[in-house]
């Protein structure tokens, strides 16, 4: 998962002063944040 600035050449549109990328193991196939599922079976939820 990354926030920030999208790569144009992959298709992104999203602009920004920084590009952040983050690791997480998804062994299990979920994320969580603030205690909520938010990614579950390769989609995001809710957003």
Do not use: Q, R
């Not at 790569?7 to 603030?34: F, Q, R």
């Amino acid at each position: 998962m990354a926030v920030g600035a999208s790569y144009p050449e992959a298709g992104g549109k999203n602009k920004s002063g920084i590009h952040w990328d983050m690791i997480k193991s998804m062994h299990d196939g979920k994320a969580y944040a603030d205690g909520k599922l938010i990614y579950s079976e390769g989609k995001f939820l809710g957003l």
